[in-house]
């Protein structure tokens, strides 16, 4: 009898550690939770980062970028939800290249502070024709692939100091070549771009209002936001043969 009251009496203090447990079992589970969708970005050597993301939607991704390195992304409201699953190390512009590639983003611009990244622009994809250098409002419907199946690189926006601003390029400028090397897109001007040192003397060619500009500029940013524009193939390759490349 005496040993069914003391278990009796110890019924609340029991009741009380079995509720204990459970909220530390559910303690737990969220942190892990929280963890998993956390930790997919981490800082390696020599300044590269690493991300290590499995099936984790594009927005937690997002979010670690933006709290962890002042990082801004515009233009991906619609892919926010979509699931990303890579493993990869590299620059931060690797990384973000190889997440637009998953995501089938072709036309992006960044936006930088010195040499510090800080704006990703997603860009919708041009559906103008470029006539004699002059945009038209037509929609391209059927286009002649013998005619159009050419493109280049329109600069949107002139970043304030840099070397962009300090030779003059203007926005609407047509990059049609870059140190010898035929510009066809964004990505290709990107690429170029990372090849060259800053110590590197390259040159940059522009179409202004149908003339031909040449600048001369040093290696690495330009400090310009661009867009990838179809050209027609006739227009853009009798610049290019004027120039000889």
Known sequence: MNILKN????????????????VLLIITILQKEVSAESSSLSVIDQGLLTINADNLELKHIILEFEAQHSLMFTGLSDFMDNKITLSYTGSTMD?????????KIQNY?????????????????????????????????KPDTNKLNSSTVL???????????????????????????????????????????VEESVSIIIVRDERI????LKGGLI?????????KFEILENYYRDLGI
């Open 109 to 141: 611009a960044y936006t930088f502070s010195g040499e510090q990244l800080i704006h990703v622009t997603v860009l919708p994809t041009s559906t103008t024709i470029i006539n004699s250098l002059g945009l038209v409002t037509e929609t391209i419907k």
């Open 155 to 197: 600069i949107q926006k002139v970043l304030p100091d840099s070397q962009g601003e300090m030779v003059q390029l203007e926005v609407n400028d047509y990059i049609i070549a870059y140190n010898g090397h035929k510009i066809p897109n964004a990505r290709r001007l990107i690429d170029y771009v990372k090849k060259y040192k």
């Open 95 to 103: 990384i973000i290249a190889k997440l637009l590639k998953l995501l």
């Open 7 to 22: 278990i009796q009496n110890l019924k609340p203090f029991l009741e009380f550690i079995l509720s204990l447990l459970c």
């Open 223 to 231: 400090g310009v936001q661009i867009i990838t524009i179809p050209m």
């Open 213 to 216: 500009l040449e600048f001369t």
